[in-house]
């Protein structure tokens, strides 16, 4: 007999690609932080303006994996606050 493997199984494939795309999403946010673009900037306002992007970037990436994995964005803000 061959060799026998237990693969998971997703119940709902479009969590699963939430849950990819938002790990892509995050992998490009540590590129571009790594990638230092603030250090070409030829003004501060411009590179304050790509940092900001870069974090809008890592919380749209963070919200699209919640909402994805099922979660209860209600419940995370009430842990969160306190």
Do not use: H
């Amino acid at each position: 007999m061959g060799l026998c493997m237990n693969v998971p199984t997703v119940e709902d494939r479009l969590e699963l690609l939430g849950v990819l795309v938002g790990a892509y999403i995050l992998f490009t946010v540590v590129g571009m932080v790594l990638g230092q673009p603030w250090s070409t900037a030829q003004g501060g306002v411009v590179a304050v303006i790509q940092l900001v992007g870069i974090l809008a970037t890592a919380a749209v990436a963070v919200l699209l994996v919640l909402v994805a994995r099922g979660e209860n964005l209600d419940e995370l803000a009430a842990k969160a606050k306190q």
